[in-house]
C-alpha cells in the first residue's frame, strides 16, 4: 500500500527566504506527483504537476522536482511571501486514478 | 475556468438524519472522487466512480453510499448520519487514467452532526 510522507509538518520562515518542503512516498509505480496548495478551511488548490517521465516543473516563484526511483519529491519556494502561508500537500497517482496524499506541511511566512 | 462546485460550503445536521452532498463539474470529466479530510488523519477516499452509473469503494465506504445519474454530478448520501460523520467532505474530477491528468478540487463542505 502506498504510503506518503512529508517533512516538516509545520515550518516557519521569515519573509523573503527561499524554502524546501519534502516528500516520500513508498511505491515507485506512479502516474504523477502533485502539490496542493490549501488555506484553512478550504480546498485544494493544485500547484504543480509532475508526470512521471518528467524530472520537475516551474511554476512562478514554484519549483517541484520529482526523483521517482528513490521515492521523492521537492517544492521549492523562492522568495516567500506572507501570502504564501497555507498547508502544502502533496499526492501521488496510482492505479485507477486514485491519489495517495501525505498529511501536509503547515508553512507560516512572518513579516 | 473550470470547476468543481460543492452545493454548500456548511452543514448542520441531526444525528440520524439521510444527508446529500452535491458535486457538479463543467469539464467533461470521466473520474469523481470524494475524500473526507480530519486533522491528524489527511485526506481519506470514500467512493470513487469512473463513469455514469459506476461507483466504487475507497478506503472508508462504511456508513455512505454515492450516486451518479449524469457525468456532471456526483452525490455523497449519508444514510444515517452520525457524530463520527463530522467532517470537511471534498469532491474532486480528473479526466480519465493517465500521466498529464491531475485532479481539480471543490471547495469543500464542512458537515457538523449534533
Known amino acids: 500500500k502506498q504510503e506518503v510522507t512529508q517533512i516538516p509538518a509545520a515550518l516557519s520562515v521569515p519573509e523573503g527566504e527561499n524554502l524546501v518542503l519534502n516528500c516520500s512516498f513508498t511505491d515507485s509505480a506512479i502516474y504523477n506527483l502533485q502539490w496542493f496548495r490549501q488555506d484553512p478551511g478550504k480546498g485544494l488548490t493544485s500547484l504543480l504537476l509532475?508526470?512521471?517521465?518528467?524530472r520537475e516543473q516551474t511554476s512562478g516563484r514554484l519549483n517541484a522536482s520529482l526523483d521517482k526511483s528513490s521515492g521523492r519529491s521537492t517544492l521549492y519556494i523562492a522568495a516567500s511571501q506572507p501570502g504564501d502561508s497555507a498547508t502544502y500537500l502533496c499526492a501521488v497517482m496510482g492505479t485507477a486514478s486514485k491519489l495517495t496524499f501525505g498529511t501536509g506541511t503547515r508553512l507560516q511566512v512572518t513579516l | 475556468d473550470v470547476k468543481v462546485t460543492q452545493s454548500s460550503r456548511y452543514l448542520v445536521k441531526r444525528t440520524g438524519e439521510k444527508v446529500f452532498l452535491e458535486c457538479v463539474q463543467d469539464?467533461?470529466?470521466?473520474?469523481m472522487f470524494w475524500y473526507r479530510q480530519d486533522p491528524g488523519l489527511g485526506l481519506r477516499l470514500i467512493y470513487f466512480s469512473y463513469d455514469v452509473k459506476m461507483k466504487e469503494k475507497g478506503d472508508i465506504p462504511e456508513g455512505y453510499s454515492v450516486s451518479r445519474e449524469k457525468k456532471e454530478r456526483f452525490s455523497l448520501i449519508l444514510e444515517s448520519a452520525s457524530t463520527n460523520q463530522t467532517s470537511m467532505y471534498l469532491c474532486?474530477?480528473?479526466?480519465?487514467?493517465?500521466?498529464?491528468?491531475?485532479?481539480?478540487f471543490g471547495s469543500g463542505t464542512r458537515l457538523t452532526v449534533v
Open positions: 474532486a474530477s480528473s479526466l480519465v487514467t493517465g500521466g498529464k491528468n491531475g485532479y481539480t
Open positions: 469539464m467533461d470529466h470521466e473520474n
Open positions: 509532475i508526470q512521471s517521465s518528467q
